[in-house]
């Protein structure tokens, strides 16, 4: 059966070394780092995970994040993402890592002005999370070169400033348990890629910054706001 019109073209992010990842979702953790948590107003030691989406083509490669109309606090939240092979559902945690194919340095841009517009009247956050270019992120590295990294720094800087710091061990949830709980509510595929959460001392950009996002073991990026 032919299309009626011609079919979007394949979402995919670059891997270091050469090849793409195609996309198939994008699932996002909110709140997995404590001190994060508490600065947005939550409570680390009681909040069950939850979870938002980004749409495919929102990962960006580019290094180039356009500042979004409509909006005049746009926030950085830098993260580790994690690249599936392969899915299911009930994924047990200890079989969790095997469905890994790899992980890169992304950053989760935020509307913070309609998120808490949107909190506030109790409205859905697509708005705020999963607008265009909302997630630069950089090349994928393989797991089988670097293992799958439970630890090391996370930072995030704004024109040469420190703004995140932090450690991938501070996560409240950690990547088995982030992919076998998503799995306990949607089937997790290859080409699904997880935003696995920030560390406090998430902040505004303006056109013309620079941001420079990095984690220890994966690798960096450098993203002009325009």
Same mark, same amino acid.
């Given at each position: ?5 011609a ?9 270091e ?5 195609p996309?198939?979702r994008? #699932? ?16 680390p030691?009681r909040?069950?995970?939850?979870f ?6 929102? /990962? ?6 356009? #500042?979004?109309?409509?909006?005049s606090?746009?926030?950085? @939240?830098?993260? /580790?993402?994690v ?10 945690v @200890? ?5 890994v194919?790899? #992980? ?9 002005? /309609?998120?808490? @517009? ?6 859905? /956050? ?13 090349? &994928? ?12 720094a ?7 400033? &420190? ?11 950690k990547?088995?348990?982030?992919i076998?709980i998503?799995?306990q509510?949607?089937?997790?595929a ?34 002009e706001?325009?």
């Open positions: 059966m032919s299309y009626v019109i079919p979007p073209p394949v979402v995919a992010v670059p891997v070394g050469g090849g793409l990842f996309v198939r994008v #699932y996002c953790i909110g709140r997995n780092y404590a001190a994060h948590a508490i600065e947005m107003g939550g409570d030691d909040e069950p995970p939850f938002f989406q980004k749409n495919p083509d929102d /990962l960006d490669p580019s290094g180039r994040f356009p #500042y979004p109309r409509r909006s606090d746009v926030q950085h @939240e830098v993260e /580790l993402a690249a599936l092979a392969r899915g299911g559902e009930d994924i047990p @200890e079989r969790a890592l095997a469905c194919w790899g #992980y890169a340095v992304a950053i989760d841009m935020t509307r913070r002005d /309609l998120q808490d @517009e949107a909190k506030r009247l109790r409205r859905p /956050l697509e708005i705020a999370k999963a607008f265009a270019r909302s997630a630069p992120i950089g090349p &994928l590295v393989p797991a089988s070169r670097i293992g799958h990294p439970s630890r090391g996370i930072t995030l800087s704004v024109d040469g400033a &420190l703004r995140q710091s932090g450690d991938l061990a501070q996560m409240i949830w990547v088995p348990e982030i076998a998503l799995s509510y949607f089937t997790l290859a080409g699904d890629v997880i935003l696995t959460g920030t560390p406090a001392g998430v902040g505004p950009v303006a056109r013309g910054q620079v941001m420079e996002a990095a984690i220890e073991g994966v690798g960096a990026i450098r993203v706001v325009v």
